[in-house]
């Protein structure tokens, strides 16, 4: 015998059997089967595996245990919505409510003064040209250390300038190759950044 995958368990296949059904009943179930583009077998199998599984009888009792679970879904459901207006209720007290108090306060304060308010003139700020004009604010100390820096990074430059060679191939365009190992240029990442 061959065995076949049903709904991820395997049973053995052992050939028809003929149901006698009212003719009714028989037309109703073809529709269902229709519905899951299924053979009458599998949709039955399903049918029975479902009533076996879930504990249900068909004829009165299986509806009462399917209400029941929905009444205690529901029962719960309502005690978290209970939950969720009491969070809502005790922000409004706490927070909302005395804020727009005071907003209101403040605000018929102000009417209550009569003023209106004065429009600030918008101050479009000039464009600086004065970055121009030389300035001695750096201490001679710091510019010292910062031409020495410069000097040092010149100098880094054109030893990096010196280990560049023009490569031409024999296909392709030409390219500028640097002569440099890979720790010196792990440093030079590190110093620029």
Known sequence: MEKQSTNDRTRKATGYSNITVNKETATRFRGYSKRFNKSHSEVLDGMVTFFR??????FGGGTRIVLDHIKKLERQMMKKIDRL?????????????????????????YVK??????REPVQ???????????RNTVP????????QELKNYKKHCNEIINNVEKVEPMMGKP??????????????KNQLR
């Open 140 to 147: 001679k100390t710091e510019h010292d250390r910062m031409l």
């Open 53 to 58: 599984e879930n504990n249900l009888d068909p």
């Open 85 to 109: 207006i009491a969070i809502v209720k005790n922000m409004e007290k706490t927070s909302i409510r005395p804020t727009y108090e005071m907003m209101l306060i403040l605000y018929e304060a």
């Open 175 to 188: 390219y500028l190759k640097i002569n440099m190992g890979i720790g010196d240029f792990e440093s030079l």
């Open 113 to 118: 003064d009569g003023r209106k308010p004065r």
């Open 124 to 134: 479009i700020q000039e464009e600086r040209m004065d970055f121009l004009e030389a």
